[in-house]
Every structure is written in structure tokens, then in C-alpha cells.
């Protein structure tokens, strides 16, 4: 073949592989992750013939994809981030609808719903079909915190059942990716040529595999492509590490890659998202729920438990929640109220307990101070047990239960005692005396009081190592050593508790009755005076009444300031002291005070006193409790006693069960007395309140977490919307440099097939030389 033949034959190879690339071009114009090619040409090397230096025509050297590795490594990067952004802003979506907030099926309406019907049953409160009402808004509120919190679960389960699938999908492309390496490092190395469409299907292949995970690609100097997620290797040159999904112990997903030391800890891509939403996002969201359903629970039940249901008390109440055996040693009753794993905290605070006498509606109050690091459990059951007509004990699954006796009721409310002199301390008809101050009192070693009764003198000892805080006695702990002493029982006197006071008294009344103290070295301490003490004929009557509106609950204590009779001595006055010893009012009771007309003390209290007579200098005295809360410990919210609702979070929030049965049990009053809505006031007034552990009122505390689920699909759906035109500018970028223009490649064909023309022409002239020089040989 001569030189010329071969120079248009090049030609003509070499245009016709172009043509082949160009149509190539064309018929993938739309195939996905299709890289454009071009036929790279050069110069053939030239001969020398005859001395002279003669070109040997073009050479088809390659065929080359159009690519910018790096661009292309910033598309797959970006591919991971928007998966994962895509991946939290459905399922953050799905919150946000299972929500249903504005609306009137939302938490937030079903709860002032409660409100609106508390406050109707307010107007009327021994109305059974608004108490029907009441129960029934509760079980709505309850029903929705279920269906929220159950769908949240939900949620977080399909998490990680989607997480799985991603796996799944991943573990595919892994496997793609391995044979395609094989089949590019094979065609490489035989051929020596670049293998550009299976190179554009192993792109493809971590496009999506970088939608699903975020990966770190390195290629080979062979061709072949390894794949790590975080740092641990998924696809090898020509072998796969699988991926797996699981729930780990803390409730999380987890990935691992076979053959891994660790947890992959992926963070981009839809697997990333999903993570992100189950441990982030639905966790906060949901351990938001709880953390309102919880203060829900708390603020009905503090007003609830000290109310007083419509038959006027208690014959037996059931805690709804159980003490745990927190220090494993297999009792529960020996725990600290602090640690008993009550789900509710007990507080530094005072209990108050009435017990009503059904036969004679008598009502008897107990006040129990609660120190939950000093009280057990048991203490706590030994108190109330102490109380005559109460008994309680442990169930066999823990709770507390505390029980009437035959003929008694008891409840926790704050009811008005109207008769607060029951002992007549207070110029009463029995012969008195009482300590001049408050305890408790000091003893230094056994301490005596010498007294003549009616069957003559005799001594009283009182041991002060048989306190609970050794030299230091209350009221409660002289009154008890007194009634300890026969003499003293046998001479018909008895010990009564008044405030913090103590005082020594006749069981008879007139004025036949008296009784002398003579000496003994615990009257000092005890600030009792040797004197000789006589009943009176006509005895003061005391008599309280209006509705304390104050803000804390006080102990007042009434003691006159002089001697003299009620009504008719000049200037004769009472003070009325608060539990710290500060005098709130002074009150004129003297000569021109008109006996059996109430006299206004303070925060809507009144007293008013019959004729008779007082004596400051026998220490006469009362003390009256007045309460505003009647569980400042809350030791009932936290074992759940005459609680309203039970359960700790979203899941298990609900209403007492017999309250559901028996609506009658809904604890409306707080005094127990016919028409007092004072409970159901203070459970309104939960609406209102700011709830320290929320940070603000319960609407708030909601309205923030709806507002924070709206506020995070916003954000999501700005940052999506940010990275989806990022990755657009990457894309079309890609386009100019990877993409099929049609357009362009019919120029080149163009160009090309004249090229072919030419050197078909080329050849045809050199065949017509070649046979005139034929012929002339």
C-alpha cells in the first residue's frame, strides 16, 4: 500500500470513529450519569522518504469522557447532605400532622376544653352531668396525649425500618460497584483503553449510594474505586463489607459495617436523617410531651389531691403510685421519702389531715411535718396511723392505704374550723394554764413539776433523753411524758397542744375545778408559772369564720393582753400573733367590744368571742391553723393519693380509674362544704400558672413546643431549599462540562462527514493516479 493510500485511509478510520463517538453521544443525550465523549486525534509520525520528511496522515489516539473529577466529587457530597435534609423533613412533616395544632383536636384545645369544663362545673358542683362532662373533656385530653405519643413511637419505629431498607439498597450498590471495578480494572489492563461507559455506570452507582450514606471515594491506580463511611471500609477493590441496621441498647439506630470495631456513625445521607430525626428530633419532641403530660398530671393532682370529693371525705384512698426498693435490700417501707423512686419529688412541707366524726360531723385537724430526708416511708405510715380514726399500711404492690375507722371520714382539704378553741385554753371553763412561749422547750437532764391535785401534791418528771431531738421537747412530746404519769391522769388533769404551746388543764369544767403548781425546775423551761388555776361557770366561746384568702398557710395564736372579762373590762385587748411571733392585729374586745360580734383580723378572716372571762396571767391561749395549701410537701401528689390523674408521660397519662366509674369522686370542694368549688378553682388556676419546670404557663409550654416543631420544619425546609440550588448550580456546571449538547455534536457531525468525504474524495483521486501510472507502465 502506498504512502498516500495509507494517509486517506487514516483519514477516512479516523472520521468514522469520530462519527462513532459523536452518534454515541447522541443516542445517550438522556441516559442518566452519561459522560460526553470525544475521539482525542493526533498527527501520525512522519516518514522519511527520498531525503524528504513526508507526513503519514491523522491517527485516532482515544476516546475520552468529559469530566471534572473534583466537580463530580462536590456533586456526591451534595447528593449526601440533601438526602439527609430530605430524609428529616418528611418525617419532621409527619410530626408536625400528627400534631394536628391549630385545630380543635390539638392537645392545646382538649386542654382548655378541661378547663372551660371545670370552670362549669364550678357554678354548680354537685351537678352529675357536669361532673360527666368534667371526666369526659379529661378522658378526651387523655385520649389524644396516647394517639400523639403512640404516633411519635411510630414514627421513630419506621425510622428505623426505613433505615434497614436504605441498608438493604446500599449493600445492592456495593455489590454494583465491586463487578464493575472488576470489569473496568480487567477492560483497562488488556485493552489499555479507559472503560468510559462502565466508568459513567459506577458514578451513577455512588451518586446513589451517596444519596443513601454519605461515602469517601478513592480510586486505585488500577481503576478501582474503595468506598469507607466514616472511616471504616464498605466496598474494597474487588470485595463488599456489608452494611447492617439495629436498635441499640439506648433506643437508637445503629449502623455497623460486617467485620467493623465500631458503630458507623454516617453523617450525611437518608440514613444520617433518619438517625438524626429518631435520636434527635421525635426524642425531643416526645420527651417534650412527656414533660408536659407530667406537669399536666402534677399541677390537676396538687389541686385535686386536697379536695374533697361530693360525699364529704374518705372511708379509704388508694395511692396510685408505688414505692420502689431503691436501695435493693428487699423492703420498700424503709425508704427515704426523698428516695422511695416516687415519681414526683416530696418536699420540705406540712400535711394537713381532718378527720370527720360522722356521727357528730365533729372535725379533728393534723398537721404532719414532712422532711423527706428524714422521714421513711414507714414514718410516714406510722404518723397517719397515729391520727385516732386513721390506720395505714403498705399493698402488697406498694401503695399506700390509708383507711377509716368504723364511723369516721377523713380527708385533706382546708376546712374552716369554726369552733378553734376546742380545749378552752382560751378563758375556757376548765382550770388552765399554758406556756408563755412557743417550743420547744430545753431540758437539761429529768426535769420535775410539782402540782396539788384533788387527792393532794405529788411530782411530774419529764426525761428529755426520750425526745426525738435529745434536750429539745415540742409541745406534743411534754404533753405526752404529762399523760405518761398516772398521778397526773389520776388527778383528773390533762395535757392539751396548743399551737406550739403546752398546756396543763382540769378534765372538769366550773368553778369548782383548780389545780396548783407549786414548783419543780422544768417550769422555766416550760414557762409556766407556780400559781393556783381555777375553772370559771361561764366559759368564752370562740367562733371563726369567713374564707382564708391568704397566700401561705400561717398558725395564729390568740392570747389576751391582759386580765378581765370579754365585753365589760375597759381596755382589755387580744393579740392575734402569726406562726413566727409577729402580732397582726391587736383586737378590742373590752368594753366596747359587743360579744358574739365578729371582728375582722385579716386576709378575709374573722373571730368573735362570748361573754366570759380571760387571764393573760394564766397563759391562757389558742392557736388556730389557717391554710392556703394544705400540702405544701406534696407527699400526696407523689404517692398519687385522691390524685385526679395518674401516670408519668404522654404514654401512660390517665385519669383515675373510679373517678371514670364514679364522677361523684371528682374532688370539687376544698372546705367539704356543700357548694364549695375551692378545688376546682385551684385546678382552673393551673391554666394560669407558671409551672417551674416548664419555664412559663402550660399554654406557653405547649405553644413552644408546636412553635419549635414549626420553627425546625422552617429551618429544614430553607436549608433543603439553600442546598437543592447548590446542587442545581453543581448539576449545571456538570451539564457544561459532562452534558450532551445535541446541537453541538450534529456541528461536529457535520464537520466530520465532510472529513469523511474528504477523504473518501482523497482516496478516490489517489486510485485514479495510481492506475494512469499503472497503465503507463
Avoid at 462536590?74 to 418525617?91: F, M, P, W, Y
Amino acid at each position: 500500500m502506498s504512502l498516500s493510500t495509507n494517509i486517506g485511509l487514516r483519514a477516512l478510520l479516523t472520521s468514522q470513529a469520530a462519527l462513532d463517538t459523536i452518534g454515541h453521544n447522541v443516542a445517550n443525550a438522556n441516559t442518566e450519569g452519561f459522560s460526553r465523549q470525544h475521539l482525542l486525534i493526533s498527527n501520525s509520525r512522519p516518514l522519511n522518504l527520498r531525503g524528504l520528511q513526508l507526513g503519514h496522515g491523522v491517527q485516532a489516539d482515544q476516546v475520552v469522557r468529559s469530566v471534572d473529577e473534583l466537580l463530580n466529587g462536590r456533586i456526591v457530597r451534595q447528593a449526601s447532605t440533601i438526602g439527609r435534609l430530605d430524609a428529616k423533613l418528611v418525617e419532621k412533616q409527619s410530626v408536625e400532622a400528627h400534631h394536628g395544632e391549630p385545630g380543635g383536636d390539638g392537645i392545646g384545645a382538649l386542654l382548655d376544653g378541661i378547663f372551660e369544663s371545670l370552670s362549669a362545673l364550678s357554678a354548680n358542683t354537685e351537678d352529675i352531668v357536669n361532673r360527666t362532662g368534667a371526666v369526659q373533656s379529661t378522658e378526651d385530653l387523655i385520649t389524644r396525649f396516647h394517639q400523639v405519643s403512640n404516633e411519635i413511637s411510630q414514627l421513630q419505629s419506621d425510622a428505623q425500618i426505613k433505615a434497614q431498607s436504605l441498608s438493604d439498597g446500599v449493600n445492592v450498590l456495593a455489590s454494583r460497584i465491586v463487578d464493575l471495578n472488576q470489569e473496568i480494572t480487567q477492560i483497562e489492563a488488556v485493552s489499555g483503553t479507559v472503560a468510559n461507559d462502565l466508568r459513567d455506570q459506577r458514578d451513577v452507582a455512588l451518586m446513589a449510594l451517596a444519596e443513601r450514606v454519605d461515602i469517601q471515594v478513592r480510586e486505585n491506580t488500577e481503576g478501582a474505586v474503595q468506598v469507607q463511611i466514616d472511616g471504616q471500609l464498605l466496598v474494597g477493590a474487588s470485595n463488599v463489607h456489608p452494611m447492617s441496621v439495629d436498635i441499640s441498647a439506648d433506643g437508637q439506630i445503629e449502623v455497623r459495617l460486617e467485620g467493623g470495631v465500631r458503630p458507623v456513625d454516617p453523617s450525611g445521607g437518608e440514613i444520617a436523617g433518619l438517625i438524626e430525626f429518631r435520636r434527635a428530633f421525635a426524642s425531643e419532641v416526645g420527651a417534650g410531651l412527656d414533660a408536659y403530660a407530667l406537669e399536666i398530671a402534677r399541677a390537676l393532682n396538687s389541686a385535686h389531691s386536697t379536695g374533697v370529693p361530693l360525699d364529704g371525705g374518705f372511708t379509704q384512698l388508694r395511692a396510685s403510685n408505688a414505692v420502689t426498693d431503691v436501695d435493693g435490700d428487699g423492703e420498700v417501707a424503709d425508704e427515704l421519702l426523698r428516695d422511695a423512686g416516687l415519681p414526683f419529688a416530696v418536699n420540705t412541707g406540712a400535711l394537713y389531715v381532718h378527720v370527720i366524726d360522722e356521727t357528730t360531723q365533729e372535725v379533728r385537724t393534723e398537721r404532719i411535718d414532712v422532711d423527706p430526708s428524714r422521714m421513711t416511708v414507714q414514718g410516714f405510715l406510722d404518723v397517719i396511723s397515729s391520727i385516732d380514726g386513721l390506720t395505714a399500711r403498705l399493698d402488697t404492690f406498694g401503695r399506700v392505704d390509708i383507711d377509716a375507722t368504723s364511723g369516721n371520714r377523713f380527708h385533706f382539704g382546708r376546712p374552716i374550723n369554726t369552733a378553734p378553741d376546742a380545749e378552752g385554753t382560751f378563758g375556757g371553763g376548765r382550770a388552765t394554764t399554758v406556756s408563755a412561749f412557743d417550743g420547744p422547750f430545753s431540758l437539761a437532764g429529768p426535769a420535775t413539776i410539782d402540782i396539788t391535785g384533788p387527792g393532794g401534791p405529788f411530782s411530774v418528771t419529764v426525761d428529755p433523753a426520750t425526745f426525738e431531738t435529745v434536750g429539745e421537747g415540742t409541745a406534743e412530746e411534754i404533753a405526752a411524758a404529762l399523760y405518761a404519769d398516772a398521778n397526773f391522769t389520776g388527778a383528773n388533769l390533762q395535757a392539751a397542744v396548743v399551737g406550739e404551746r403546752v398546756a396543763i388543764q382540769t378534765v372538769g369544767e366550773g368553778s369548782a375545778e383548780s389545780f396548783q403548781i407549786t414548783g419543780g425546775t422544768a417550769l422555766t423551761a416550760l414557762g409556766i408559772a407556780p400559781d393556783t388555776y381555777a375553772g370559771q361557770d361561764l366559759a368564752v366561746q370562740v367562733e371563726r369564720s369567713g374564707t382564708y384568702d391568704g397566700r401561705a398557710n400561717d398558725r395564729w395564736t390568740f392570747e389576751p393582753l391582759g386580765d378581765g372579762v370579754i365585753g365589760t373590762t375597759p381596755g382589755l385587748e387580744g393579740a392575734v400573733r402569726d406562726q413566727n411571733g409577729a402580732v397582726l392585729v391587736t383586737l378590742d374586745v373590752g368594753a366596747g367590744y359587743a360579744p358574739g360580734n365578729a371582728i375582722d383580723i385579716a386576709d378575709g378572716m374573722s373571730v368573735s368571742f362570748t361573754v366570759g372571762e380571760v387571764r393573760a396571767s394564766d397563759g391562757h391561749a389558742f392557736a388556730t391553723d389557717v391554710i392556703a395549701d394544705s400540702d405544701t410537701s406534696d407527699v400526696l401528689v407523689a404517692f398519687g393519693l385522691n390524685a385526679y390523674l395518674t401516670g408519668t408521660d404522654a404514654r401512660t397519662i390517665d385519669i383515675r380509674d373510679d373517678i371514670r366509674r364514679d364522677p361523684r369522686l371528682l374532688a370539687a370542694s376544698a372546705t367539704g362544704a356543700v357548694g364549695d368549688g375551692g378545688a376546682l378553682l385551684d385546678m382552673i388556676g393551673a391554666q394560669s400558672a407558671d409551672v417551674t419546670a416548664l419555664g412559663g404557663t402550660l399554654g406557653e409550654y405547649y405553644g413552644e413546643i408546636v412553635g419549635d416543631v414549626g420553627f425546625q420544619i422552617a429551618s429544614a425546609q430553607s436549608a433543603q431549599s439553600i442546598e437543592s440550588d447548590l446542587m442545581s448550580s453543581l448539576e449545571a456546571q456538570r451539564e457544561e462540562v459532562s452534558g450532551v449538547n445535541v446541537d453541538e455534536e450534529l456541528v461536529r457531525m457535520i464537520q466530520y462527514e465532510q472529513a469523511y468525504s474528504a477523504a473518501a474524495q482523497y482516496l478516490q483521486v489517489i486510485t485514479q493516479l495510481n492506475d494512469t501510472v499503472l497503465a503507463l507502465v
